[in-house]
């Protein structure tokens, strides 16, 4: 009788722990997830422990990777800051929505360009947004601000879905730090110099020549060239001359309340404001974008944080951006929130190879991978670390190594949050729910294709019934110096022109066997060389057929400063302020 009753007992413990368990599980999955995103900028796939690095210490970032699902093959759509986060927020390549550049410039000049994502892209703060979210995004923007006034907001957060913005509208540069050298358009800058100084020593040599009466020359005709020269000077360095004042500043929703920004506190107010709106929002359910200034140049980084670790200033920003991770995880813990947050890290693209100070190296380290930032096809340019968390629902420890996309995240999220997706549109992203949670073994995406600004440099096809990975190159920049893996006499690589070269027929290697791309394959040495390439090939076809055209939101009109469109906290164009006082404590 006792054992029949403990068997009894046995069994209706274990069929009650099981019930409960499914009815939790079941309970965390039909239940809106609070929707944490981490986005690092310029950082390398390289740089984090969790990523293989054992000699900067990133023990918040790590912990998410223990705690969740890893993956091995994230790629960026694009290897440089504004088409990507353009990417990310939309699932689309950014040469759907015109955010994909034909000319040199690839990415947002000024705060007063008239180009950035356009208010007829649907973001997934949107969609979340009409799922009854709260959202809200702290730190880096650079999709643009306004379009024909200084005040329409047209390219803002607020037009695209967030219900509060803190940050940078732009993007950090060396400009927004004294004593550093100047680094937004710095070969434009040199050639308007010297142009300038010819026009001087022009009017100069008209001038002695007709005090001495070399040249015969009215007076009126060397006060026209004065004036040219000097309106010449005006028209550029009004803009070129103030970048800090124009670009470094910072936002509270619409309203400036740093201009310039002071970089000594900047880490601290974005701690501040994302604890604060995790707090404020803890009943939920809550959007928070968390898109850091970590680890773009200048590497501007708190005192305690400087010569900590091994790798001298990026490693001391880096570890700096990790324990920011961490205290924004411990807000969610002390909210009681970790359990009901989906939480992802990543990277825009791949680290800075060119970044250097002599022979300190100021950007990231992209691994076993070959490139880095601004480069379209190579690994090192576009593979990022991919890390996601969501304790009860997601296994902990996992790695996966099929191939995603930053675009993913669009539907993933749209996805737990109920959403549905845009029918009017294609959208480029996969729902990563079935992959993360084990239920599906192989990637949705079959052919991934790797831009460098409006321009395709190369295709990767995932081959699923045999595993391969096949990557073609159509186009490689050419290194400076030759063999160096970079372009370090340009500062970036170019995507056109004499510093690319075209490949017929293309590169080809199979990452599953060479994921740094060291030794492409031949027709001698691959046997399906010629069928991969045809199959490649239909596939570029095919994907061009469904782009259309649109206004380029990058071109060179759109590009320039236009003092109209410049935020200004005071009366253009005396734009200065600081309404953040000393209220860094978090």
Same mark, same amino acid.
């Given at each position: ?6 068997? +009894? ?12 368990? /499914? ?11 609070? &929707? ?16 293989? #690095? ?12 223990? =705690? ?23 699932? *689309?390549?950014?040469? +759907? ?22 208010? #007829? =892209? ?22 643009? %601000? ?12 607020? @037009? ?13 540069? @060396? ?20 142009? @300038? ?20 020359? +009215?007076?009126? &005709?060397?006060?026209?060239? /004065?004036? !040219? ?27 400036? /309340? ?6 000594? *506190? ?8 994302? !604890?604060?709106?995790?707090?404020? #929002? ?34 001391? @920003? ?95 999220? %749209? ?82 022109? =004499? ?17 740094? =791309? ?17 199959? &490649? ?6 994907? *061009?057929?469904?782009? /259309? ?38």
């Amino acid at each position: 009788v006792i054992l029949l009753c403990f068997r +009894r007992y046995l069994l209706t413990a274990l069929t009650s722990c099981l019930f409960w368990n /499914t009815f939790g599980l079941s309970a965390a999955m039909d239940s809106k997830p609070n &929707i944490l995103l981490f986005l690092a900028d310029d950082l390398g796939i390289g740089d984090i422990g969790c990523y293989g #690095n054992n000699t900067i210490r990133t023990p918040n970032i790590d912990r998410l990777a223990r =705690e969740g699902v890893k993956l091995t093959q994230h790629i960026a759509a694009a290897p440089l800051c504004t088409p990507s986060r353009a990417a990310f927020l939309t699932g *689309r390549y950014p040469i +759907r929505s015109g955010m994909a550049s034909s000319n040199r410039y690839r990415a947002l000049q000024w705060n007063a360009g008239s180009g950035g994502l356009p208010a #007829n =892209e649907t973001t997934f703060a949107r969609l979340l947004q009409q799922q009854g979210y709260t959202t809200g995004l702290i730190g880096k923007w650079h999709q643009g %601000v306004n379009c024909e006034s200084f005040n329409d907001h047209c390219h803002h957060p607020l @037009n695209h879905g967030f219900d509060y913005f803190y940050g940078m509208p732009f993007t950090l540069l @060396n400009n927004c730090q004294e004593n550093k050298p100047p680094e937004l358009d710095v070969a434009l800058q040199a050639k308007l110099w010297v142009y @300038n100084q010819i026009i001087t020593l022009a009017v100069l040599t008209l001038t002695a020549g007709k005090l001495t009466g070399l040249i015969s020359i +009215r007076w009126k &005709i060397i006060a026209c060239f /004065t004036l !040219v020269g000097g309106l010449f000077f005006i028209s550029w360095y009004s803009s070129y001359g103030f970048v800090q004042y124009w670009n470094c500043i910072l936002m509270r929703n619409h309203d400036v /309340t740093e201009q310039p920004m002071r970089l000594e *506190r900047t880490a601290s107010l974005m701690l501040k404001e994302a !604890v604060s709106f995790i707090k404020r #929002n803890r009943h939920g359910p809550f959007l928070l974008f968390v898109s850091f200034l970590h680890v773009h140049t200048p590497l501007f980084t708190a005192a305690k944080f400087l010569g900590k670790s091994r790798h001298g200033l990026y490693g001391d @920003n880096v570890e700096e951006m990790d324990w920011m991770v961490g205290k924004i995880l411990d807000s969610l813990d002390k909210e009681g929130l970790k359990n009901h947050t989906f939480t992802y890290f990543a990277s825009d693209h791949g680290g800075h190879l060119e970044a250097q100070d002599g022979s300190a190296q100021l950007g990231g380290w992209n691994g076993i991978y070959k490139g880095g930032k601004g480069m379209g096809g190579w690994e090192g340019g576009i593979r990022v670390p991919g890390v996601f968390r969501w304790p009860g629902v997601l296994p902990s420890g996992t790695v996966i190594d099929e191939p995603t996309s930053l675009m993913d995240i669009y539907p993933t999220v %749209v996805h737990l949050a109920g959403g549905i997706l845009p029918q009017d549109r294609v959208i480029d992203g996969r729902n990563l729910v079935p992959l993360l949670r084990g239920r599906a073994q192989k990637s949705e995406h079959k052919f991934l294709f790797h831009y460098c600004g409006s321009y395709l440099h190369a295709v990767r096809w995932y081959q699923k019934d045999s595993g391969a990975i096949w990557k073609a190159h159509y186009v490689t920049p050419v290194f400076h110096p030759p063999g160096a893996g970079a372009c370090y006499g340009k500062g970036i690589c170019p995507c056109f022109g =004499e510093g690319v070269t075209h490949h017929d027929p293309p590169l080809l290697f199979d990452l599953s066997r060479d994921p740094s =791309e060291a030794k492409p394959l031949t027709a001698d040495t691959e046997p399906l060389f010629h069928t991969v390439i045809r199959k &490649i090939g239909r596939a570029v076809e095919e994907h *061009r057929r469904t782009l /259309t055209p649109v206004p380029e939101q990058l071109s060179l009109y759109n590009a320039v400063w236009k003092p109209w469109l410049q935020p200004c906290c005071g009366t253009f164009p005396f734009c200065w302020c600081d309404k953040e006082g000393d209220s860094t404590q978090v």
